[in-house]
């Protein structure tokens, strides 16, 4: 398994542990971060060493992005309401989402092998 997706897998298992809300969505956060960095920059408006939340906002710009994965990804970066509460319902799915289109896009580029899944 390639060391991306070992990372995602850490961040999985660390979601599993934690109950708190907030810590959830920061794990989910990294996840997408990690995965959105593995794809080439310049398909999707990033730059190598971006931040996890930068890294998802220039992957949101991308005009390429299908509505679902964008949608995810929108979730993932916006605030919390002022009464605290996340537009993401299950942000480790929406993650998830990311880690699988990305997968896709690595996979069609001959860079992910079949069968590494992870969170699978």
């Known amino acids: 398994m390639t060391d991306w997706l070992n990372e995602i897998d850490v961040e ?3 979601a599993e542990q934690s109950r708190h809300p907030g ?4 794990v989910a956060r990294r996840i997408a971060g990690t995965a ?3 794809l ?3 398909r999707h408006n990033l730059l190598a060493g971006e931040d996890t ?3 998802l906002r220039g992957f ?3 005009p390429e992005l299908p509505e679902e994965i964008r949608a995810a990804a929108s979730r993932l970066e916006a605030r919390l ?3 605290f509460t996340s537009p993401s ?4 799915a929406d993650a998830m989402i990311i880690v699988g289109f990305v997968k896709e896009m690595l996979r069609a580029d001959g860079r992910v092998p079949r069968g590494e899944n992870p969170g699978e």
């Open 89 to 92: 319902i299950d942000p480790i």
């Open 81 to 83: 309401s002022p009464d």
């Open 23 to 26: 810590r959830i969505r920061t």
């Open 12 to 14: 999985l298992r660390r």
């Open 40 to 42: 080439p920059d310049t």
């Open 53 to 55: 939340m930068t890294a």
């Open 36 to 38: 959105i960095r593995q």
């Open 60 to 62: 949101i710009r991308s």
